[in-house]
């Protein structure tokens, strides 16, 4: 079945430090995305980053990177330098198929002053 | 340029009754996608509508319904509301042929009492 899988339910890193987000997909699709989206109090999903599955370099999006390794089924997210307002709850997506998303169970990040 | 934008914003219904969510999409799109996403949750898939036809479901029973209007717009109708249907519905618009990134917009906090 397909599925995406974040082990951390919660994740602290100080302010300005590097902080890394684990994500483990299953899917027998041979082309599929992989997306980052932050979700903040409030409530909205917020676009963060993407990788195709035929991509070869990793998705850098300013402060946010994505960890391909394919073979491991993994798609970790990075953050650098670290701010407050990244403090948030963080998903991790694919869309096997092209139509259907489906979401991991999310990481909330805290960042420490 | 507007985002994807919801309403209402909240919805307070009882058991056994029907609501109906609006979505519009961002300027642009084609694509609507729907989800439900319950507290401490990651976002549930519950369908997509493409060229007003629905092209995808989740695993959602059939009092879950929905439509999609010439100018793209979108509605989601729920029938015979349960207490689990207690949930921040998500819309979200991408553009069909895009590589799969979507725009949310802010939610419909739907509570059943």
């Known amino acids: 079945a397909q599925k995406i899988t974040q082990t951390q339910p919660g994740m602290f890193v100080q302010e300005k430090e590097a902080v890394t987000l684990d994500c483990t997909y299953d899917?027998?699709?041979?082309?599929?995305?992989l997306f980052w989206y932050k979700q903040p109090s409030s409530g909205e999903m917020i676009f963060l980053i993407y990788q195709g599955s035929y991509d070869e370099q990793n998705a850098t999006e300013g402060r946010y990177s994505l960890n391909f390794q394919k073979a491991r089924k993994s798609a970790n997210l990075v953050i650098s330098a670290s701010q407050l307002g990244d403090s948030a709850m963080y998903f991790c997506a694919t869309d096997p198929g092209g139509f259907k998303t489906i979401f991991g169970a999310g990481t909330r990040l805290f960042v420490k002053a | 340029d507007a985002g994807v934008t919801q309403s209402p914003t909240h919805l307070i219904k009882t058991r056994g009754q029907q609501v109906t969510l609006r979505c519009s999409p961002k300027s642009g799109h084609d694509t609507v996608s729907w989800y439900q996403q319950a507290l401490g949750q990651g976002p549930q898939f519950i369908f997509q509508?493409?060229?007003?036809?629905?092209?995808q479901r989740g695993n959602f029973p059939d009092r879950f319904s929905g439509h999609q209007f010439p100018n793209y717009s979108s509605e989601l109708n729920v029938n015979a509301l349960l207490l689990g249907d207690s949930a921040l519905y998500l819309c979200?618009?991408?553009?069909?042929?895009?590589?799969?990134?979507?725009?949310f917009g802010p939610g419909t906090r739907l509570t059943v009492l």
């Open positions: 509508y493409y060229e007003e036809e629905e092209r």
């Open positions: 899917t027998s699709d041979q082309s599929y995305g």
């Open positions: 979200a618009s991408s553009l069909e042929g895009g590589w799969g990134e979507q725009f």
